[in-house]
Structure formats: C-alpha cells, structure tokens
C-alpha cells in the first residue's frame, strides 16, 4: 500500500500553527492521484438575509486544526486507504453569480474526472446547483440527502432563478436528482403558504420536518435510506449547516429555531455508511456571526464525518 497523506499531528506542530488547510492536510494543485480532495467554495452572493459564508472556507478551515485522524466512535481510519488533500478554493467571480456557476462547474468537471470525490466547504446553498450538475454530467442522476431548515425549492427570489433558496427545484427540472431517492431532513420554520413542502413531496421527495423527530434517533430512518438507495446508486449529501438548532450553531445566514441536534447530525452522516456516496458539502457556516468559532468547529467535524462515510474507507 502506497504511502498516504496524513494530518498532520499536534505533536509534530502545535495546532496552532503549520499549514492552514482542511486538518492541516497537504495542499494539491491537481486532483490526479486523489480518492478525495476538500474544496473550498467561497461564495455568498446568493445569499437572501444574513451574509457572511464567503469566510465559511476558511474559518472551518482554521477550526479543522484541532481535528486528528482517527473516528474514535465508529473506527473509521479514513486516511489509511484514501489519499486525501485540500485542492484549495474555486476561483468564484464574486461580481457574478452566473459566471461563478460556470466556474464552479468546470472545476467540479476536472476533479470528477480524476475519479476524485470532492467534500466541499461552503459558501451558501446556492454552490450545490453548479456541483450537482457536474456530478450528475458524470454519474447521471444521483440519490440525495438533503440536511436542512429549508427545502430551496424556490420557483424564484425577488425575480431570480438562481439564489440559495433554489438550487434542489432546478436541479429537479434539469434532471439531476432521482426524485424517489431524495430525502429533505429537519425541515421547519415559518413559511409563505401552507404548502410551502408539498412541491418537493409531489417529485417524489420524502420530507422528514424536524418537529416530527424531536428526541428521536435518526438511525432507524438512515436505515430506511440505506435500504431503499441500495450500496450503488450514486448519492450525493447536502449539509446546510441551518439544518442543525442554532444553539449548536447559530453563525449563519437563515437560523430557525427547533432544528436537530448534533448528535441527530451524526446519526444522518454516518447512516450514508455503505451507500455509494460520490460527493458531499457542507454549506451556510457564517463566521461573522459567530465569532467563538464553534459552528465552524462544528462544520469542520460535519465535513470528517462524511470523509468517513466515503466507499473504501478502512474500519479498525
């Protein structure tokens, strides 16, 4: 087995200081020779209230120091088997939200095509759109799920088709998503009309609101996933940080009151256990409004979670 990048330790270099990228991993120009590579992202113009994820990247970044190698819960040894490094962050035109969709989706397209699975640090929601659209060019449509306050299957925001609130309703008309393979979790808040969750229902969606899992184990419904995917459809998870209650994680953008808990967090990553899991995100941490740092450290642990859930991880 040929040698693999490592994190480097805290007993090498104090945490506080070496290289600042995703667990003090190796930076990588190219994707060639990786099994997975954390992108970031750095995009908020598509934001609708509070901005800010533009320093998501970065601040998790920064957070992820205090990270070690090893999944001391599940016996997940990630970086025995896969070859991991940061690729850096997508060089978005922050003047332009079209031309940064363009961008973003080019650049997935490379590391795709290095048979690279990409774990991607946001930014706010709206970087799934361009992201999917490449995993699916290379995949066809793939099973998704979804962690979330909102179900972003806006029709449009102040006149526009493309904005945070939107990407899973293009996405559904451009024929990226299996619509029987989606799930939407931790669905909640207020909202324009009574129907507001019915749109995603009628694809075909299972929409699990929050309310309806208080103070419940989110391993029995990742079983069900499990079983209906199957160990091959390609799935892609889409992590919005909202989807967690902002008293876990308050620095973003669009907080709802009575979201999941982190452990409910947990339950739902480590559950995509056994599926083919083709690539991740993990979106909406705005550092701004929260200066402990906490949801980035949060965020940064979200994002090992799903490198530990990725096909051909190594379980001690």
């Not at 799934?128 to 995993?135: E, G, S, Y």
């Not at 480590?270 to 409004?289: F, I, K, Q, T």
Request: net charge negative; proline share 9%; glycine share 12%.
């Amino acid at each position: 087995m040929s040698e693999k990048n490592q994190p480097l330790s805290g007993n090498a270099m104090p945490r506080f200081g070496g290289p600042a990228t995703m667990m003090r991993l190796p930076a990588a120009e190219s994707p060639a020779g990786l099994d997975a590579a954390f992108i970031g992202v750095p995009l908020d113009i598509g934001t609708s209230h509070r901005p800010g994820a533009r320093f998501g990247p970065r601040q998790i970044r920064a957070e992820s120091a205090l990270l070690r190698p090893y999944n001391m819960a599940t016996g997940a040894a990630p970086f025995d088997t896969l070859q991991v490094a940061d690729l850096g962050d997508v060089p978005i035109n922050t003047y332009s939200l079209d031309k940064s969709l363009a961008i973003i989706t080019a650049f997935y397209e490379r590391v795709l095509a290095a048979n690279c699975k990409p774990l991607t640090l946001g930014g706010d929601h709206t970087i799934a759109l361009p992201i999917l659209r490449a995993v699916a060019k290379r995949h066809g449509p793939v099973a998704l799920v979804h962690v979330d306050a909102h179900a972003d299957v806006n029709d449009e925001m102040f006149g526009e088709r493309i904005a945070h609130g939107t990407p899973f309703r293009r996405a559904v008309e451009e024929g990226l998503l299996a619509g029987d393979k989606v799930w939407q979790i931790g669905l909640r808040g207020t909202g324009y009309a009574a129907d507001d969750f019915d749109w995603p229902r009628a694809q075909g969606f299972t929409v699990v609101p929050a309310h309806e899992v208080w103070w419940q184990s989110l391993a029995p419904l990742m079983a069900g996933v499990r079983e209906r995917i199957g160990p091959t459809h390609p799935v892609y998870l889409s992590f919005d940080i909202d989807g967690i209650d902002p008293s876990y994680a308050g620095g973003t953008g669009t907080p709802e009151i009575g979201g999941l808990t982190v452990p409910q967090a947990l339950e739902v990553i480590r559950g995509c256990r056994g599926l083919n899991v083709v690539g991740a995100d993990l979106v909406e941490v705005s550092p701004p409004y929260d200066p402990t740092g906490n949801t980035a450290l949060l965020g940064a642990n979200l994002l090992y979670e799903m490198l530990c859930v990725l096909p051909g991880v190594r379980f001690r």
